[in-house]
């Protein structure tokens, strides 16, 4: 297999292309609807993708918040190239080493799926032919591009999408990567680099959504699939390997319909609407309660290969059904899953007679509200099957919690793009450029290799470090007195794991992740106390004083640790007499049931040397 990345991260400047505030808001001033309809590109030809999102007839809801301005609403031209934006994207251009364009020219990329109130999002080409390195291997960067973010989707109905404008012209710097990915460990390797160095020029925003990558995978035999917006860097690996797997399934599915000469014939899907009048549950049964139809499309030697092969999730069927849902139906079924849903062995019978199907041939079905969305759904359909003979089609998929993608629309084409006659291209002078790589941010690998001098860390732990958000609070708590070695382990070990458990909390402060760090110092409870802390800060504590009273970690009034210990010790004076310091380890879990969490397991210890040793009259041992 080989993949490309494309990495979009948010700038903390101003919008691209109007003065409004690139901030996010919850107020909304007033309402707007808009119809977008597809177009030819420069070349006249109108793109798959676009003609696609035009099909589904949607209207689209646009919330405007405060303050915004015409350019959103797009009733007015835009405003020149935003300064800041441009300089942010050549600063990072510079530090990979890729060449700046002459003269920033703005072009317009179709969008028609609303996102954009005016049916395209504008973007720029700063630089072509950059690289990174990651752990000695060389990655292409093929290209820096400054873009527009789209509007913030906010729900869906059955006839249209709503968008906030709040989002809208948030410029993106866009890095795109060669295809030199060979394995999804490496694509999130790439991914994280990249994410370094963005953040090293210190001005893009931070936090959830700001940073969203594009995967582009192929495998041996199959085609380009981009898989569009992954937010989380940990689930890079995943979807690419399911795109892999996914991809070997259908390539293994394409070799036995061609073996049975498999074929979607050219006639038109047929109305079996009549068949259903007594189905009482199930997708069909809603065809002559709503008043719809029910049409079905015959498959010429498909017949149990449109399921699940064994020991999978991926299958021929649910490709089928998201070019249905890609037009506004729920779906479809296929005669793989039948008898099911509500359709019985007789009922599925009749079916197959109706259509006159052979012991190998297969059919799907949609419900739809009326004959023409139901014709162009099986039209859909009928053109994802014979492409299934072929292969696999190029194709957008939107990235499932699970780690599986889903259709979105077909792959743009080069009918996408043409020049944006509105705003005038910017020259990219040599003093600028000059400027800008005299004080050039330091690179993540070498500021690493820093790190792991100074404070005397594993390379991998700074690489864990260096691939999140939270090195600056790793450099702050240490400045603020707190040893190298807990802090790297508070963020990349403890607060991980409490929020993981713990989804719906919000992050934890700076300030507050210091007072942890010197309440376990003073021995207000011990580093093992660290995670229940935190967990009861997740879930409500005030303060750090108020999760350690709910954590039960603080010490029982009047008696401290050596207390603790001495009644324990002499609670089992036989053991100690009878086993001497081979006593320690069983009496070691006696007291740690008290004190866990509350004292660390080598102060423990040492405690109840002491202890014995007095008991039996010596002096302590040392350990070892």
């Given at each position: 297999?080989?993949?490309?990345?494309?990495?979009?991260?948010?700038?903390?400047?101003?919008?691209?292309?109007?003065?409004?505030?690139?901030?996010?808001?919850?107020?909304?001033?007033?309402?707007f609807v808009r119809s977008l309809r597809a177009a030819g590109g420069e070349s006249r030809a109108v793109d798959a993708a676009a003609?696609?999102?035009?099909?589904?007839?949607?209207?689209?809801?646009?919330?405007?918040?405060?303050?915004?301005?015409?350019?959103?609403?797009?009733?007015?031209?835009?405003?020149?190239?935003?300064?800041?934006?441009?300089?942010?994207?050549?600063?990072?251009?510079?530090?990979?080493?890729?060449?700046?364009?002459?003269?920033?020219?703005?072009?317009?990329?179709?969008?028609?799926?609303?996102?954009?109130?005016?049916?395209?999002?504008?973007?720029?080409?700063?630089?072509?032919?950059?690289?990174?390195?990651?752990?000695?291997?060389?990655?292409?960067?093929?290209?820096?591009?400054?873009?527009?973010?789209?509007?913030?989707?906010?729900?869906?109905?059955?006839?249209?999408?709503?968008?906030?404008?709040?989002?809208?012209?948030?410029?993106?710097?866009?890095?795109?990567?060669?295809?030199?990915?060979?394995?999804?460990?490496?694509?999130?390797?790439?991914?994280?680099?990249?994410?370094?160095?963005?953040?090293?020029?210190?001005?893009?925003?931070?936090?959830?959504?700001?940073?969203?990558?594009?995967?582009?995978?192929?495998?041996?035999?199959?085609?380009?699939?981009?898989?569009?917006?992954?937010?989380?860097?940990?689930?890079?690996?995943?979807?690419?390997?399911?795109?892999?797997?996914?991809?070997?399934?259908?390539?293994?599915?394409?070799?036995?319909?061609?073996?049975?000469?498999?074929?979607?014939?050219?006639?038109?899907?047929?109305?079996?609407?009549?068949?259903?009048?007594?189905?009482?549950?199930?997708?069909?049964?809603?065809?002559?309660?709503?008043?719809?139809?029910?049409?079905?499309?015959?498959?010429?030697?498909?017949?149990?290969?449109?399921?699940?092969?064994?020991?999978?999730?991926?299958?021929?069927?649910?490709?089928?059904?998201?070019?249905?849902?890609?037009?506004?139906?729920?779906?479809?079924?296929?005669?793989?899953?039948?008898?099911?849903?509500?359709?019985?062995?007789?009922?599925?019978?009749?079916?197959?007679?109706?259509?006159?199907?052979?012991?190998?041939?297969?059919?799907?079905?949609?419900?739809?509200?009326?004959?023409?969305?139901?014709?162009?759904?099986?039209?859909?359909?009928?053109?994802?099957?014979?492409?299934?003979?072929?292969?696999?089609?190029?194709?957008?998929?939107?990235?499932?919690?699970?780690?599986?993608?889903?259709?979105?629309?077909?792959?743009?084409?080069?009918?996408?793009?043409?020049?944006?006659?509105?705003?005038?291209?910017?020259?990219?002078?040599?003093?600028?450029?000059?400027?800008?790589?005299?004080?050039?941010?330091?690179?993540?690998?070498?500021?690493?290799?820093?790190?792991?001098?100074?404070?005397?860390?594993?390379?991998?732990?700074?690489?864990?470090?260096?691939?999140?958000?939270?090195?600056?609070?790793?450099?702050?708590?240490?400045?603020?007195?707190?040893?190298?070695?807990?802090?790297?382990?508070?963020?990349?070990?403890?607060?991980?794991?409490?929020?993981?458990?713990?989804?719906?909390?919000?992050?934890?402060?700076?300030?507050?992740?210091?007072?942890?760090?010197?309440?376990?110092?003073?021995?207000?409870?011990?580093?093992?106390?660290?995670?229940?802390?935190?967990?009861?800060?997740?879930?409500?504590?005030?303060?750090?004083?108020?999760?350690?009273?709910?954590?039960?970690?603080?010490?029982?009034?009047?008696?401290?640790?050596?207390?603790?210990?001495?009644?324990?010790?002499?609670?089992?004076?036989?053991?100690?007499?009878?086993?001497?310091?081979?006593?320690?380890?069983?009496?070691?879990?006696?007291?740690?049931?008290?004190?866990?969490?509350?004292?660390?397991?080598?102060?423990?210890?040492?405690?109840?040397?002491?202890?014995?040793?007095?008991?039996?009259?010596?002096?302590?041992?040392?350990?070892?």
């Amino acid at each position: 297999m080989k993949a490309g990345l494309e990495v979009h991260q948010q700038l903390s400047t101003g919008k691209l292309f109007c003065a409004c505030p690139a901030e996010l808001s919850e107020e909304i001033t007033t309402t707007f609807v808009r119809s977008l309809r597809a177009a030819g590109g420069e070349s006249r030809a109108v793109d798959a993708a676009a003609t696609l999102q035009a099909a589904r007839g949607f209207q689209y809801r646009y919330e405007v918040v405060p303050p915004s301005c015409h350019v959103e609403m797009d009733e007015e031209p835009p405003h020149p190239l935003d300064a800041a934006a441009l300089e942010a994207a050549l600063l990072l251009a510079l530090m990979v080493e890729a060449r700046p364009v002459d003269e920033v020219e703005v072009m317009r990329k179709i969008v028609v799926d609303g996102s954009t109130t005016s049916g395209f999002q504008r973007t720029a080409l700063i630089a072509t032919g950059g690289h990174i390195d990651v752990h000695g291997r060389t990655h292409r960067i093929d290209s820096i591009c400054l873009e527009e973010d789209a509007a913030r989707r906010m729900g869906e109905s059955a006839d249209g999408v709503t968008y906030r404008l709040d989002r809208l012209g948030i410029p993106l710097i866009e890095v795109a990567t060669g295809p030199d990915i060979t394995s999804g460990v490496e694509a999130r390797e790439v991914a994280a680099e990249i994410g370094s160095l963005l953040r090293a020029t210190g001005r893009v925003r931070r936090g959830i959504g700001t940073i969203r990558e594009d995967l582009n995978v192929s495998t041996e035999g199959g085609r380009r699939i981009e898989i569009k917006g992954v937010q989380e860097l940990r689930k890079i690996q995943d979807y690419v390997d399911r795109e892999v797997g996914r991809q070997q399934i259908l390539l293994g599915v394409r070799d036995e319909l061609v073996r049975r000469g498999a074929s979607v014939p050219e006639e038109a899907p047929r109305e079996v609407t009549a068949l259903f009048s007594e189905i009482h549950y199930g997708p069909m049964a809603e065809v002559h309660r709503t008043g719809g139809v029910a049409f079905a499309l015959v498959l010429r030697g498909f017949h149990g290969l449109l399921a699940s092969p064994a020991g999978t999730e991926e299958r021929l069927g649910r490709e089928l059904a998201g070019y249905a849902r890609a037009v506004g139906l729920g779906g479809l079924l296929h005669s793989d899953e039948l008898p099911g849903h509500g359709i019985e062995e007789g009922l599925l019978k009749e079916l197959r007679q109706a259509l006159e199907l052979g012991e190998l041939d297969a059919f799907v079905m949609v419900a739809a509200p009326s004959r023409a969305r139901a014709t162009l759904a099986l039209d859909r359909v009928a053109g994802r099957a014979r492409a299934a003979i072929e292969g696999i089609p190029e194709e957008t998929r939107d990235p499932l919690p699970d780690g599986r993608t889903r259709f979105s629309r077909p792959l743009p084409g080069r009918d996408l793009m043409y020049p944006e006659t509105d705003v005038p291209p910017v020259e990219v002078s040599a003093a600028l450029l000059a400027r800008l790589g005299g004080d050039l941010p330091e690179r993540p690998s070498v500021r690493r290799e820093r790190l792991a001098r100074q404070y005397e860390l594993p390379m991998e732990l700074i690489r864990q470090l260096d691939g999140t958000e939270e090195l600056e609070e790793f450099e702050a708590l240490v400045q603020r007195g707190h040893a190298a070695g807990p802090v790297a382990r508070l963020l990349t070990q403890e607060v991980p794991a409490v929020l993981a458990e713990h989804p719906d909390a919000a992050p934890f402060a700076l300030d507050t992740l210091d007072a942890v760090l010197a309440g376990a110092a003073r021995g207000r409870f011990s580093k093992e106390g660290i995670p229940t802390v935190l967990a009861a800060l997740a879930t409500g504590a005030s303060s750090v004083d108020a999760a350690v009273e709910r954590a039960g970690l603080s010490s029982p009034p009047g008696e401290d640790l050596d207390g603790i210990v001495d009644r324990i010790v002499r609670a089992n004076a036989l053991l100690v007499q009878e086993r001497g310091d081979d006593a320690l380890s069983p009496l070691m879990g006696d007291v740690m049931r008290e004190v866990r969490g509350k004292r660390d397991g080598r102060e423990v210890a040492e405690s109840l040397r002491r202890a014995i040793a007095r008991l039996r009259g010596e002096s302590p041992s040392v350990p070892p």
